[in-house]
């Protein structure tokens, strides 16, 4: 293949690995908070996508006030899924209870967008546009690279990066994995664990929504796309289970894959995706970078 | 022993006789296939009981062996491939294909545990839907199969949904036989075993690697079987019926009688496939009431039905003894 | 400086404690032994506001803290060590210990907690060389210390340990309670519960003995060292008399 398709293939295979990432990272937040894994989490992306995307086509609202609008919904949705899903379930003695219970979830989400926002594929323009309306191109080196898989790859690295210090550095951040750690000893200790799970749903709801919002317009919006989060899932196992950086290159990896194998195998991508899943956890399923803390899940 | 003559027992025995009998003069044509797919997922329920009810393991692998046996039972039945059996032979030889099949694969998947298995039979689902959705010469790609002959039992042909009633309620009937037996077997009880401490299990001697392998075994197995009857039932098979979220939908049927209570499959699966078509006039809001009560399900009742049924007995004992107990005083 | 009441604690519709009365003494260790199962830990529970209770429990004689919730107890500086260590695992030492500050310590900025933690390092020097190992890798005993360390950086004025000698070795257990000791010297009000009766009677001022959700036995240490039926029941082949 020449120069030109590659380029265009990797930086498509990037921009989707970023999108992976973060649903990767708010996967695994959310297994170190309730210890399972949330099947509703392409849901959670879908759903930010059809807010987001309802907010400037039906609301017609500019960028700059589309933001902060969604992120209050964030909040909200944030809220309800925590206190349906985690809060009534945190002691359940059937740990697939839980994960059934985000299946329903995924399922409400679904019927939820189709209600609201009708079964039709709605379309997002892209966030910069040339003079006709069609996706602006930044050429590097005279090479076209589709703006927006630039931008999706920008604002989810930095997205990814400062959630990533959130919980590394700050010391909020710490009461925050404390909480999830062991809930018990944080409220012994005095840490608000219902605030700190709760910001951790938010961020989890945050990071799924902005990467639904950034692809919306490559894909189209519409309620199938929770099936993205099967790729996240790869980039987990792949990466190392609980190990928020092996996500991360997972999560890139998959999407670089699945990009390159449409090129040869069309319909079959999911094959490659999926076979290297089953080869990781046969031959490596601590994953490139897995650890010990990992096996909550 | 005692249960098969307790009072109990005998209620659920004359239930399903009345059902039987009733069920076929009052329902036919769509309603009759209704009934019909229910019984059939409810052999394919009790495979997934025998993985998640009484074994603990999570598996979405149901659907791939249902694919399976659909698409096995699709290409030796029919002119596609030249072979041309009889459907009775190939029906029986469904499940022993793949319960071989199952058996190999599950070396291989049974290896990793917990959700990393469960994520394995995900990846499994996705593989082979993406074989049976476009690999045309065997699978019929996105239109699948048809003209497939319906049951033949030593000349007589299931053609209607009515008589197709008392093969399938005949089936599911062994198959909870089957189910029950072995959860009272060493099998059932190394499976428990399992479910309840995986660790302590293995040192109590358990080998809890090759007992999974076999569950799984027995899963897929019962999963082909299904699916073999399922596209002869329906005269068609595509590959829409297999993908991850029917698996889940599966799970869900499972989970709601009482995954690891063998009436309660049955009744499970009656409601998922029954409910739906009572309801038909909520159409649009029945997929979200749906979620919202599978969420409901499991924060209240994660035993499913039969569990409440245990509880509401229990706490009738309870209150029984208790007024017994004042009225010694 | 904490006195319960005719304290009733409940797990659901069982009564776990039957109208218990103790009084945790200023300034000094007291200690309360008795069998699995007897309430031990549920008396800390019902202190730090984890359990359901009835009754009086009151701090300074002015506070009473049943119906506070645990995180406003924390901030009372009353500090409970639960039984099995609760440490973080997937924190290093230094952040577990960091997360102890939080009853006092606001969300953000930085106070500065540096004297608590070099207090810690100089009580548990092995803790300091461990400083950025992650919590999970550390052995037993160094993480009761790692517990009991974070505990003291929440500036306690009473500090509940429950079963601190559980699962170690009788060498670490001598030297956890020297330092135990050590730290009551320094002011702070212990409430120690143990299994290990012979230990903590030998460490504390205070015994009360409970059994079955009722104190059966208080008094001083000393004294309640040599009643012929805690030798019995809870020294067994320790005791100096026999029979």
């Known amino acids: 293949m020449d120069f030109r398709l590659f380029c265009t293939l990797a930086l498509n295979g990037i921009a989707m690995g970023v999108v992976y990432a973060m649903l990767a990272m708010g996967l695994i937040l959310l297994i170190r908070a309730v210890g399972v894994m949330n099947f509703a989490q392409g849901d959670l992306l879908m759903f930010g996508a059809y807010v987001t995307s309802s907010l400037i086509l039906d609301f017609e609202l500019p960028l700059y006030l589309m933001i902060p609008v969604s992120f209050i919904c964030f909040v909200v949705i944030g809220l309800v899924f925590m206190f349906t899903i985690y809060w009534p379930l945190r002691k359940a003695s059937y740990p697939a209870a839980t994960i059934i219970a985000t299946m329903g979830a995924s399922i409400i989400l679904k019927e939820l967008a189709t209600l609201i926002w009708g079964a039709l594929p709605r379309s997002l323009p892209p966030i910069i546009t040339d003079a006709n309306g069609k996706p602006g191109i930044l050429y590097i080196g005279g090479i076209p690279l589709q703006w927006q898989y630039v931008l999706t790859i920008i604002v989810g690295a930095i997205l990814i990066f400062l959630i990533h210090m959130l919980f590394e550095k700050l010391y909020v951040g710490k009461m925050m994995q404390a909480a999830c750690q062991d809930s018990y000893a944080a409220n012994l200790m005095g840490v608000p664990a219902i605030a700190t799970i709760s910001a951790t749903y938010i961020i989890v709801v945050c990071l799924a929504s902005v990467g639904g919002f950034m692809i919306a317009p490559i894909y189209m919006v519409r309620n199938t796309l929770g099936t993205l989060q099967l790729r996240a899932f790869a980039g987990v196992v792949i990466g190392g289970f609980g190990n928020i950086k092996g996500a991360i290159i997972g999560s890139l990896i998959v999407g670089l894959v699945e990009v390159f194998s449409t090129v040869f195998l069309s319909g079959y991508k999911d094959v490659t995706v999926f076979m290297l899943i089953i080869l990781f956890l046969l031959i490596r399923p601590q994953g490139l970078f897995g650890g010990k803390i990992a096996d909550k899940a | ?329 | 400086m904490i006195k319960i009441h005719n304290l009733h604690s409940y797990y659901g519709a069982i009564e776990a404690l039957k109208g218990i009365g103790l009084w945790v003494r200023s300034g000094k260790i007291t200690c309360l032994i008795g069998s699995n199962g007897a309430g031990k830990t549920t008396l800390l529970k019902s202190i730090s506001g984890a359990v359901d209770c009835k009754g009086s429990i009151k701090y300074n004689d002015s506070t009473e803290l049943i119906g506070r919730s645990s995180q406003k107890i924390a901030r009372l500086n009353i500090t409970h060590v639960p039984e099995g260590r609760h440490i973080f695992p997937g924190l290093t030492v230094k952040e577990n210990l960091e997360v102890g500050t939080i009853n006092w310590h606001g969300f953000f900025g930085r106070m500065p907690y540096q004297k608590e933690m070099e207090e810690v390092f100089e009580l548990f020097p092995r803790l300091k060389e461990r400083e950025n190992q992650l919590g999970w890798s550390l052995s037993g005993g160094e993480q009761q210390m790692l517990a009991i360390g974070r505990a003291l950086m929440s500036r306690p004025r009473v500090l509940m340990l429950d079963e601190p000698s559980m699962g170690l070795a009788p060498v670490i257990v001598s030297e956890l309670f020297e330092k135990i000791t050590e730290i009551n010297r320094q002011g702070t009000t212990i409430l120690l519960v143990e299994q290990n009766a012979r230990l903590a009677m030998k460490v504390s001022d205070y015994t009360y003995v409970i059994d079955h959700g009722r104190i059966v036995l208080e008094g001083e240490s000393l004294e309640v060292r040599k009643d012929p039926r805690v030798i019995k029941s809870y020294l067994g082949k320790f005791a100096k008399s026999h029979r």
């Open chain 2, 1 to 329: 022993m005692k249960r098969k003559f307790s009072p109990e027992a005998i209620v659920l025995v004359s239930l399903l006789v009345l059902f039987i009998i009733i069920t076929p003069r009052v329902l036919s044509g769509y309603s009759m296939n209704v009934v019909n797919i229910a019984l059939m997922f409810a052999i394919v329920a009790y495979g997934i009981s025998v993985m998640l009810g009484m074994g603990g393991q999570l598996t979405f692998a149901a659907v791939s062996f249902m694919g399976g046996g659909a698409y096995f039972m699709a290409n030796m039945c029919t002119d596609r491939l030249g072979i041309n059996m009889p459907t009775l032979p190939a029906l029986l030889l469904t499940p022993v294909v793949f319960a071989g099949i199952a058996f190999v694969i599950g070396l291989l998947l049974l290896k990793l545990s917990g959700t990393y298995f469960t994520f394995s039979t995900i990846a499994l689902v996705q593989v082979t839907y993406a074989f049976y959705n476009n690999y045309k010469p065997l699978f019929g790609g996105a239109d699948g199969i048809s003209g497939i002959p319906t049951l033949n039992l030593f000349g007589y042909k299931f053609t209607s949904y009515n008589t197709w009633f008392y093969v399938l309620i005949f089936l599911v009937i062994i198959v909870a036989v089957i189910v029950e037996l072995i959860r009272d077997s060493q099998l059932g009880r190394s499976l428990a075993a399992i479910r309840d401490n995986e660790t302590a299990a293995l040192t109590m001697g358990i080998n809890v690697y090759m007992t999974k392998v076999i569950a799984f075994t027995i899963a897929g197995a019962l999963a082909a079987f299904g699916g073999a009857l399922w596209c002869m039932h329906g005269r068609f098979v595509g590959s829409d019926m297999f993908n991850y979220l029917n698996a889940a939908q599966f799970i869900i049927m499972a989970m709601l009688g009482g995954v690891n209570n063998t009436v309660g499959i049955f009744v499970g699966a009656l409601l998922v496939k029954v409910l739906p078509e009572i309801l038909r006039s909520l159409q649009s809001y029945m997929q979200l009431i749906w979620g919202f009560f599978i969420i409901l399900l499991m924060v209240f009742m994660p035993t499913g039905l039969a569990g409440l049924y245990e509880q509401i007995k229990a706490n009738i004992k309870h209150k029984l003894q208790k007024k017994r107990e004042g009225a010694g005083q």
